[in-house]
C-alpha cells in the first residue's frame, strides 16, 4: 500500500469529496452507513493522534489480517466483523485529505519525524568519533607516560647543565628536545579532555534519564568525575602548553625566555597542587569506605550463630533419619514368620515416614552447606574490596599526594628561579624529575596490571565466567598476548566483575534466579556491605523499601552489576 499524499490545500478537492460520498453510499444506506460515517470519523481521529504513516500502517495490518480470515457472506451491506468493518469504511487516502487540520498536523508530523531521524545519525556520528578519539587517547598514553616520566625531566636536567657551563649547543638540543616532549604531552591532554567531556555529558544525560537506582547512581557519578577530569585536563593543557613555549623561546634564544619559563612554572604549580589535593580527596574517600568494610566484621564470626543452629539442625535431621530407619527394622523383624497382611500397612506406613526424614535432612543438610558457602563468598567479597581500597589509597598516595606536589615545587623553583630571586640551580628539575618518577611508576604498575588482566581474559575465560555463561573458548598464548597489548581496550571478565556477580548474588531477593536459597541474615549482610561501598539507599535517591524492591527485580541485574563493579574500584 503506497503511502498516503501530505495536501497543502486548505480545503480538499471536488474529486476527493466525491468519491468519499460515493464509498459511503456504497457502503449501505440507513444504519449501515450511518456506521460508516463513524467509522471513518473514528479513522480521522485515530489518524490526528498518531499520524499520517502510523494510520496508514495500522490499516495496511487490518487489512491483510482481515484476508487471512475465510471470507464470509459478502453480499451484506453490513460487514460481518469488526475488521470489516473497519476495511470497509474507507480507504486510508480518504483520511489523508478529510479535512484541513489533518494536513497541518501531517505535515508537522512530518517535520518531526524527520528532525528526529536527522538526529540518530548525528549522535551515531558523534558516538563513533568520541570511541575513536578515546581508542586514540589510550594508544597515546604509554608514550605519554614515558614522556613525562624520562624525556622531559631528562632534558631539564641537561639544560640546567647547559646553562651552568654555557654550552649553548647542548641547551639548544635540550630545549628543542623539552619543546617535543611539551607537544606529546600536550596532544595527549588535549585529547583526554575532549574524550572525557563526551563521556561526562553522555553519562550526565543517562543519570537525568534514570532518575533513581544503581543506573542513576552509576551515570551520575561517572559524569561529574569525568567533567572533574576533563576540566583538570585543561588546566594540564595549559601547563603543557606554557611548556611548549617555554622550550621554543630556548631554541629561538627569544628575549623574552625568562618570562615564559615564568608562566610555564606558574602553570606547572598550581596544576600540580591541583592534581595533588583531588588525590588526596580520593585517599580520604578509600580511607573512609574501608573502615565501613572493616566495621562490618568477619561475616564467620558474626554468622556463627547462624551456621551453629542449622548446623545442630541438619545434625538433628540426620538423627531422626536414623531412627526412623530403626522403626522399619524393627516392624520388619517383628513381621517375620506372620502374614504379610499383619504387619505390611505397618511396615509402609513406617517407609513413607522413613522417606519424609530423609527429604527434611536433604533440605537441612542443603541449608547448612549453602549458607556456609555464603558466609565464605561474603567474606571474600570483603576481603577483596579491602584490598581495593588499600591499592587505592596506595596509588594515589604515591602518584596523587607525593607525585603531583613534587612536579609543583619543581614548577615552583623553576620560576622563582626565571624571575631571578634564585640563581641557576637543579633544584626545580630535580623536585619535577621526582615527581614525574613517582607518577611514571604509578601509571607502569597500571599499566601492567592492565595487561596482566587483559591476557588472563583471554587466555583463562573460565577464570571469572558468570555462571549462567556457556563455555568460552580459550585463546592461545600469542593471541592471548596480543589482546593484551590493546591498550584501548578494558577488562569485561575480570576479577573485579566476578566479585561484582558475587556480591549481587548474596545481596539479591528470592524473586532473583540462584538467590532464593540465601538465608534472610545473610541477605541483610550482603546489602549492609552494599551501603558501606556507597551503593545504598541514599545514593540510589530511593527509600529502604523501594531499594530492596530494585535488588528482587531481575531486569535490574545488569545495572546492579555495573553499579558493584564501579564501587569496588572508587573511593
Same mark, same amino acid.
Given at each position: 500500500?503506497?503511502?498516503?499524499?501530505?495536501?497543502?490545500?486548505?480545503?480538499?478537492?471536488?474529486?476527493?469529496?466525491?468519491?468519499?460520498?460515493?464509498?459511503?453510499?456504497?457502503?449501505?444506506?440507513?444504519?449501515? &452507513?450511518?456506521?460508516?460515517?463513524?467509522?471513518?470519523?473514528?479513522? @480521522?481521529?485515530?489518524?490526528?493522534?498518531?499520524?499520517?504513516?502510523?494510520?496508514?500502517?495500522?490499516?495496511?495490518?487490518?487489512?491483510?489480517?482481515?484476508?487471512?480470515?475465510?471470507?464470509?457472506?459478502?453480499?451484506?451491506?453490513?460487514?460481518?466483523?469488526?475488521?470489516?468493518?473497519?476495511?470497509?469504511?474507507?480507504?486510508?487516502?480518504?483520511?489523508?485529505?478529510? &479535512?484541513?487540520?489533518?494536513?497541518?498536523?501531517?505535515?508537522?508530523?512530518?517535520?518531526?519525524?524527520?528532525?528526529? #531521524? $536527522?538526529?540518530?545519525?548525528?549522535?551515531?556520528?558523534?558516538?563513533?568519533?568520541?570511541?575513536?578519539?578515546?581508542?586514540?587517547?589510550?594508544?597515546?598514553?604509554?608514550?605519554?607516560?614515558?614522556?613525562? $616520566?624520562?624525556?622531559?625531566?631528562?632534558?631539564?636536567?641537561?639544560?640546567?647543565? #647547559?646553562?651552568?657551563?654555557?654550552?649553548?649547543?647542548?641547551?639548544?638540543?635540550?630545549?628543542? &628536545?623539552?619543546? &617535543?616532549?611539551?607537544?606529546?604531552?600536550?596532544?595527549?591532554?588535549?585529547?583526554?579532555?575532549?574524550?572525557?567531556?563526551?563521556?561526562?555529558?553522555?553519562?550526565?544525560?543517562?543519570?537525568?534519564?534514570?532518575? /533513581?537506582?544503581?543506573?542513576?547512581?552509576?551515570?551520575?557519578?561517572?559524569?561529574?568525575?569525568?567533567?572533574?577530569?576533563?576540566?583538570?585536563? /585543561?588546566?594540564?593543557?595549559?601547563?603543557?602548553?606554557?611548556?611548549?613555549?617555554?622550550?621554543?623561546? =630556548?631554541?629561538?634564544?627569544?628575549?623574552?625566555?625568562?618570562?615564559?619559563?615564568?608562566?610555564?612554572?606558574?602553570?606547572?604549580?598550581?596544576?600540580?597542587?591541583?592534581?595533588?589535593?583531588?588525590?588526596?580527596?580520593?585517599?580520604?574517600?578509600?580511607?573512609?569506605?574501608?573502615?565501613?568494610?572493616?566495621?562490618?566484621?568477619?561475616?564467620?564470626?558474626?554468622?556463627? +550463630?547462624?551456621?551453629?543452629?542449622?548446623?545442630?539442625?541438619?545434625?538433628?535431621? *540426620?538423627?531422626?533419619?536414623?531412627?526412623?530407619?530403626?522403626?522399619?527394622?524393627?516392624?520388619?523383624?517383628?513381621?517375620?514368620?506372620?502374614?504379610?497382611?499383619?504387619?505390611?500397612?505397618?511396615?509402609?506406613?513406617?517407609?513413607?515416614?522413613?522417606?519424609?526424614?530423609? *527429604?527434611?535432612?536433604?533440605?537441612?543438610?542443603?541449608?547448612?552447606?549453602?549458607?556456609?558457602?555464603?558466609? *565464605?563468598?561474603?567474606?571474600?567479597?570483603?576481603?577483596?574490596?579491602?584490598?581495593?581500597?588499600?591499592?587505592?589509597?596506595?596509588?594515589?598516595?604515591?602518584?596523587?599526594?607525593?607525585?603531583?606536589?613534587?612536579?609543583?615545587?619543581?614548577?615552583?623553583?623553576?620560576?622563582?628561579?626565571?624571575?631571578?630571586?634564585?640563581?641557576?640551580?637543579?633544584?626545580?628539575?630535580?623536585?619535577?624529575?621526582?615527581?614525574?618518577?613517582?607518577?611514571?611508576?604509578?601509571?607502569?604498575? =597500571?599499566?601492567?596490571?592492565?595487561?596482566?588482566?587483559?591476557?588472563?581474559?583471554?587466555?583463562?575465560?573460565?577464570?571469572?565466567?558468570?555462571?549462567? +555463561?556457556?563455555?568460552?573458548?580459550?585463546?592461545?598464548?600469542?593471541?592471548?598476548?596480543?589482546?593484551? @597489548?590493546?591498550?584501548?581496550?578494558?577488562?569485561?571478565?575480570?576479577?573485579?566483575? #566476578?566479585?561484582?556477580?558475587?556480591?549481587?548474588?548474596?545481596?539479591?531477593?528470592?524473586?532473583?534466579?540462584?538467590?532464593?536459597?540465601? /538465608?534472610? +541474615?545473610?541477605?541483610?549482610?550482603?546489602?549492609?556491605?552494599?551501603?558501606?561501598?556507597?551503593?545504598?539507599?541514599?545514593?540510589?535517591?530511593?527509600?529502604?523499601?523501594?531499594?530492596?524492591?530494585?535488588?528482587?527485580?531481575?531486569?535490574? =541485574?545488569?545495572?546492579?552489576?555495573? +553499579?558493584?563493579?564501579?564501587?569496588?574500584?572508587?573511593?
Amino acid at each position: 500500500m503506497s503511502t498516503p499524499v501530505q495536501h497543502t490545500s486548505p480545503r480538499p478537492s471536488v474529486a476527493t469529496l466525491a468519491s468519499a460520498r460515493q464509498r459511503r453510499q456504497e457502503g449501505g444506506s440507513g444504519a449501515g &452507513s450511518a456506521s460508516g460515517t463513524s467509522a471513518e470519523a473514528a479513522f @480521522l481521529r485515530f489518524q490526528s493522534a498518531v499520524g499520517n504513516r502510523a494510520a496508514a500502517a495500522t490499516v495496511q495490518r487490518v487489512r491483510n489480517a482481515t484476508a487471512e480470515r475465510a471470507p464470509e457472506s459478502t453480499g451484506s451491506s453490513r460487514p460481518s466483523s469488526p475488521d470489516s468493518f473497519v476495511t470497509a469504511a474507507s480507504a486510508p487516502e480518504s483520511f489523508v485529505t478529510a &479535512s484541513a487540520p489533518e494536513s497541518f498536523v501531517t505535515a508537522r508530523e512530518t517535520e518531526a519525524d524527520d528532525a528526529a #531521524a $536527522g538526529a540518530r545519525p548525528v549522535d551515531d556520528l558523534a558516538k563513533r568519533a568520541a570511541e575513536l578519539m578515546d581508542r586514540f587517547k589510550k594508544n597515546l598514553d604509554p608514550v605519554d607516560n614515558a614522556v613525562k $616520566g624520562a624525556q622531559a625531566p631528562t632534558s631539564a636536567g641537561l639544560g640546567q647543565a #647547559a646553562t651552568a657551563s654555557g654550552n649553548g649547543a647542548l641547551k639548544h638540543d635540550a630545549a628543542a &628536545s623539552g619543546t &617535543s616532549a611539551g607537544a606529546w604531552n600536550l596532544l595527549t591532554e588535549v585529547t583526554g579532555v575532549v574524550v572525557n567531556a563526551y563521556d561526562s555529558l553522555k553519562n550526565l544525560k543517562d543519570a537525568r534519564r534514570n532518575r /533513581t537506582g544503581a543506573a542513576h547512581h552509576t551515570a551520575s557519578r561517572r559524569g561529574k568525575t569525568k567533567g572533574a577530569d576533563a576540566v583538570v585536563g /585543561t588546566a594540564s593543557s595549559g601547563g603543557y602548553g606554557a611548556a611548549v613555549a617555554k622550550e621554543a623561546t =630556548k631554541v629561538q634564544g627569544a628575549a623574552d625566555a625568562a618570562t615564559a619559563a615564568e608562566v610555564s612554572g606558574i602553570f606547572s604549580a598550581v596544576t600540580g597542587l591541583w592534581k595533588g589535593a583531588r588525590a588526596a580527596g580520593k585517599v580520604g574517600g578509600a580511607t573512609r569506605k574501608y573502615k565501613r568494610i572493616k566495621r562490618l566484621g568477619d561475616p564467620a564470626a558474626v554468622h556463627a +550463630e547462624l551456621l551453629g543452629r542449622l548446623r545442630e539442625e541438619a545434625n538433628q535431621a *540426620e538423627q531422626r533419619v536414623d531412627e526412623a530407619f530403626e522403626r522399619l527394622n524393627a516392624i520388619r523383624e517383628a513381621g517375620q514368620g506372620r502374614p504379610p497382611r499383619e504387619w505390611y500397612p505397618a511396615a509402609e506406613a513406617a517407609f513413607d515416614a522413613l522417606r519424609e526424614e530423609y *527429604e527434611r535432612a536433604g533440605r537441612a543438610t542443603a541449608a547448612h552447606q549453602r549458607a556456609v558457602q555464603d558466609t *565464605e563468598a561474603l567474606g571474600e567479597s570483603q576481603k577483596y574490596a579491602k584490598k581495593k581500597q588499600v591499592a587505592k589509597i596506595g596509588k594515589e598516595t604515591v602518584g596523587g599526594v607525593v607525585g603531583e606536589p613534587a612536579k609543583a615545587a619543581g614548577g615552583i623553583v623553576a620560576a622563582v628561579t626565571a624571575a631571578g630571586v634564585l640563581g641557576s640551580n637543579p633544584g626545580g628539575w630535580i623536585a619535577a624529575a621526582v615527581g614525574a618518577g613517582l607518577i611514571l611508576g604509578v601509571a607502569g604498575y =597500571k599499566a601492567g596490571r592492565a595487561v596482566t588482566k587483559r591476557y588472563e581474559e583471554a587466555r583463562h575465560p573460565e577464570r571469572w565466567a558468570a555462571e549462567d +555463561e556457556g563455555p568460552v573458548q580459550a585463546k592461545s598464548r600469542t593471541d592471548s598476548l596480543k589482546h593484551s @597489548l590493546k591498550v584501548w581496550k578494558k577488562v569485561s571478565k575480570g576479577e573485579r566483575q #566476578a566479585m561484582a556477580r558475587k556480591i549481587y548474588g548474596l545481596a539479591a531477593g528470592p524473586g532473583v534466579p540462584g538467590s532464593a536459597d540465601t /538465608t534472610p +541474615e545473610l541477605r541483610q549482610s550482603a546489602r549492609e556491605l552494599l551501603v558501606a561501598l556507597k551503593a545504598g539507599p541514599e545514593q540510589h535517591k530511593l527509600a529502604p523499601e523501594a531499594w530492596a524492591a530494585t535488588l528482587d527485580d531481575p531486569e535490574q =541485574k545488569a545495572a546492579w552489576v555495573k +553499579e558493584i563493579a564501579e564501587q569496588l574500584a572508587s573511593g
